[in-house]
């Protein structure tokens, strides 16, 4: 089943969730990046759910919130994720994984709106920190595995250019408002 979930992905630092924190100010309904709040809350309080430490429980954490939101999410209702089930697919890749098929599943079963938000990697405004922990190189081998796996489950792509939040907010809303009339 598809939802009208508009997914706004990418290599992580590259803005995405900049645009979903606009998108929340404008009231629209969001899913947000759980990679980022579980890493964060995980360190904290000296928890081992890390994709370093305990991959796979942290694997079926971030897959429990993701379909929790999209499960949430009416069937006629637009909201917008910070990335979606199939990233989880991409970043398995991306780390030379083998257990995929439940990924390629889950990807397939939870479907989200045909076009695909890109944050293109942005050198300027890219930061490592705590949570983010990739080098920008390896930020953007991670872009083209999220870009790869969404074309392979036939999304359609759309590079957002390099403009400031609230015209990259503006050009998302203008193109899917196009699209739903």
């Not at 599943?105 to 490592?128: A, C, D, G, H, M």
């Amino acid at each position: 089943m598809q939802k009208s979930i508009v997914v706004i992905t990418g290599g992580p630092g590259f803005g995405k969730t900049s645009l979903i924190h606009r998108l929340k100010e404008l009231n629209y309904r969001v899913g947000d990046e759980y990679a980022q709040e579980i890493i964060q809350d995980q360190l904290e309080h000296g928890g081992d759910c890390l994709p370093w430490k305990n991959g796979k429980a942290f694997r079926e954490l971030i897959f429990k919130k993701r379909l929790a939101f999209w499960s949430s999410v009416g069937d006629e209702e637009l909201a917008f994720a910070d990335r979606g089930i199939p990233d989880q697919l991409a970043f398995a890749r991306y780390q030379g994984k083998a257990e995929l098929s439940c990924l390629i599943k889950n990807s397939r079963s939870y479907s989200y709106f045909p076009y695909v938000f890109i944050t293109s990697p942005w050198k300027e405004i890219y930061l490592q920190n705590q949570v983010r922990s990739e080098t920008f190189e390896q930020a953007c081998e991670i872009h083209e595995w999220i870009c790869k796996t969404y074309l392979d489950l036939g999304y359609q792509l759309v590079h957002l250019p390099k403009i400031d939040v609230e015209q990259r907010v503006n050009f998302i809303i203008n193109y899917i408002t196009k699209l739903r009339s």
